[in-house]
Nanobody, 127 residues
Framework: QLQLVESGGGLVQPGGSLRLSCEASGFTLGSYTIHWFRQAPGKEREGVSCISSSDGSTYYAGSVKGRFTISRDNAKNTVYLQMNSLKPEDTGVYYC????????????????????WGKGTLVTVSS
């Protein structure tokens, strides 16, 4: 069964940190560009970060640049999103997604190109 499973979400105070994980099963995650999207209540899903399958290049949305870091461990078939200096506006459901087609840069692609979605993990930043 082909699936992505996110974990690591939770409630954190402003300024705090979380590390999200996205583990793939049933396929080799390293063959895909992996994206993190998020969706806040009442808002559209937006791209947060991505890591290229070809050369490991990373890209970030302007709102998270300098605070979030995406990385991958192909041996564990897992991609991570380290989130530091969290703000209330980072609140939302975070989804990982696998895209086989290559885009450069990979950030801000249309969601129609996503081959696999995870079910999401909720991040709440609040005092």
């Amino acid at each position: 069964q082909l699936q992505l499973v996110e974990s690591g979400g939770g409630l954190v105070q402003p300024g705090g940190s979380l590390r999200l994980s996205c583990e793939a099963s049933g396929f080799t995650l390293g063959s895909y560009t992996i994206h993190w999207f998020r969706q806040a209540p009442g808002k559209e899903r937006e791209g947060v970060s991505c890591i290229s399958s070809s050369d490991g290049s990373t890209y970030y949305a302007g709102s998270v640049k300098g605070r979030f870091t995406i990385s991958r461990d192909n041996a564990k078939n897992t991609v991570y999103l380290q989130m530091n200096s969290l703000k209330p506006e980072d609140t939302g459901v975070y989804y990982c997604a696998a895209v086989l087609r290559s885009f450069r840069p990979c950030i801000n692609i249309a969601t129609i190109y996503v081959d696999y979605w995870g079910k999401g993990t909720l991040v709440t930043v609040s005092s």
